[in-house]
């Protein structure tokens, strides 16, 4: 009998477990070509040069608290709110909970980790972890974008809006950012709930403002060889962050800006968005 009741608790438990888990709703981006960075930009942002990459879901809205509180058991956030985006995750943060959502969804994590073997290629001095990472990109579970992958979404992938912010040239439609969220001696300043705004030409929301989101890439000068899928430069000190946040001029939201930061690093600022690959799309 106490046998029968553990195995209908195990049961229960198991059946809620499933039925909390999120479903992160996701938007096909058609692979296609598109100049990447901006001659008129800052000198990190040239040379404009054309890209290549395969077809790929991403993520509608940044993950949120209530998100990454399903798959990771707690909320790092400063600014609370369930539907307001995580915040407060390094990248280290954002590859685990990638390998969770995986896992919760029965699919393959992308990432192999290693949490004892120092990264040789992690040349930052102010990492603490510098765990050593890898990549499957065959996998089917969920990562982060790379640079090329977030720039091509954000820019409305092969409709290619051409806008200054991703969805609009007028960054007060699509974006929280410092002059509407910014204001510290306001109670309400910080992030938003997400999709508030307007979104892009794929019906993605927040690409611009709220939090920056995490990149697989090292921050580097852009490689003109690698054309087809690019990754990134194999070593760094910094991993790219793109879309600036709720506390960012508006002159450093635009599409092409690109920003960076030691991947151990935490703020109220860096939040998460995933893809997937398209397979046999």
């Not at 399903?70 to 985006?85: D, K, L, R, T």
């Not at 307007?198 to 990149?215: F, H, Q, R, S």
């Amino acid at each position: 009998m106490i046998k029968k009741i553990f195995l209908l608790f195990i049961s229960l438990s198991v059946t809620r477990l499933y039925a909390d888990m999120p479903d992160i709703e996701m938007i096909f981006v058609k692979g296609g070509n598109f100049l990447m960075g901006n001659e008129n930009g800052r000198a990190d942002e040239k040379p404009q040069h054309r890209v290549c990459v395969d077809s790929f879901y991403i993520s509608k809205y940044e993950i949120t608290q209530k998100e990454w509180q399903a798959v990771m058991g707690n909320n790092p956030s400063y600014f609370v709110g369930e539907n307001h985006p995580v915040e407060k995750v390094n990248w280290y943060d954002a590859i685990e909970f990638c390998n969770a959502y995986s896992k919760m969804k029965n699919m393959e994590p992308c990432y192999k980790i290693d949490r004892d073997t120092k990264d040789e290629m992690n040349l930052s001095r102010k990492d603490k972890y510098r765990w050593t990472v890898t990549c499957d990109w065959n996998a089917n579970g969920y990562r982060l974008p790379t640079e090329a992958e977030w720039e091509y979404a954000a820019g409305g992938g092969n409709k290619k809006s051409n806008t200054i912010f991703s969805g609009s040239n007028n960054i007060n439609e699509v974006a929280w950012f410092l002059n509407n969220a910014g204001d510290e001696s306001s109670p309400d300043h910080g992030p938003r709930d997400v999709g508030l705004k307007k979104p892009n030409a794929l019906g993605i929301y927040d690409m611009t403002g709220n939090v920056w989101e995490w990149c697989w890439d090292w921050y580097g000068s852009y490689d003109k060889k690698k054309l087809n899928n690019p990754r990134g430069i194999p070593y760094g000190t910094e991993k790219i962050r793109r879309g600036g946040s709720w506390h960012v001029k508006i002159k450093r939201s635009t599409i092409t800006t690109r920003n960076f930061r030691s991947p151990g690093h935490r703020s109220t600022h860096y939040g998460i968005r995933l893809v997937r690959q398209a397979h046999n799309k």
